[in-house]
């Protein structure tokens, strides 16, 4: 399995001090941070876009910036996203009908690619060539659209289904995941570990980072 990696989601950080929220972070052993991108029509939340990111990779070069897409027309945000310094850029399956070109293009912009899949697609809308092309899988563990929601068990398995399929794959779990609930995410194989509340809202995420990161490592 490739190695773990703790991504703190910066949707439960404070938007006002997003910088120093994101260094604060680093300082604490996040090598990722998650970005949520949402455009108020695929979920019916607005957050943040490229000219927000681009602040943060100003702010914080260093950081790998993991996008997520939560977005209508993922194709429309491809340049801007890879000028504002995103290393890698997760759509949704949902929202697109060419998966494999769209991957194509994030990659001819330097990009990392991610298809992400919400709780009501199966692991197999994942085709063995949409897996093969795509450099991570995102099995959503909540709906997406808004931070703090309860983790959804009963997403676990296309976890592990994705696991069986494709063991080299960086496979990430977001939403609801924490110190309780990362221990069935481990076992079914993930190893990208998104959390926003449960590492923000601690009072010592430092602990949180490595006890997510441990738990993925044994
Ligand atoms: C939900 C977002 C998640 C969310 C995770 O739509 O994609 O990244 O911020 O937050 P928690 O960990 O609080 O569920
Ligand atoms: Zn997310």
């Known amino acids: 399995m490739p190695r773990a990696i703790i991504a703190p989601s910066v ?12 260094q604060r972070m ?15 029509h ?17 702010g914080v070069p260093e950081i790998f910036m993991d996008c997520h897409m939560m ?12 000028n504002a310094g ?32 919400s709780p009501d697609t199966p692991s197999t809308a994942i085709t063995d060539e949409i897996g093969n092309a795509a450099d991570m899988l995102l099995v959503m563990t909540v709906y997406p659209g808004l931070g703090g929601q309860k983790f959804l068990d009963r ?20 939403g609801g995941v924490g110190p309780k609930t990362i221990g069935v995410c481990a076992e ?8 926003g509340t449960a590492i923000f809202g601690a009072d ?9 990161k441990s738990a993925v490592n044994t």
Request: hydrophobic letters at 45%.
């Open 26 to 40: 680093i300082k604490n052993g996040a090598e990722w941070l998650h970005m949520d991108v949402m455009d108020g």
């Open 155 to 174: 997403c676990v398995p296309k976890v592990a289904q994705l696991r069986a399929r494709f063991p080299d794959k960086d496979i990430e779990v977001d």
């Open 188 to 195: 079914a194989g993930s190893n990208v570990i998104v959390a």
């Open 86 to 117: 995103g290393a890698l850029y997760c759509f949704h399956y949902e929202a697109t009908s060419d998966p494999i070109s769209l991957i194509h293009t994030i990659h001819q912009r330097g990009m990392r690619a991610g298809i992400a899949i």
């Open 11 to 22: 949707l439960a950080s404070d938007f006002g001090q997003l910088t120093a929220e994101c």
């Open 204 to 212: 010592n995420p430092e602990q949180v980072i490595s006890t997510l």
């Open 42 to 58: 695929f979920v019916p939340n607005i957050t943040m876009g490229a000219p927000i990111l681009t602040c943060v990779h100003k």
């Open 71 to 82: 977005v209508s027309e993922p194709e429309k945000w491809v340049d801007d996203i890879a």
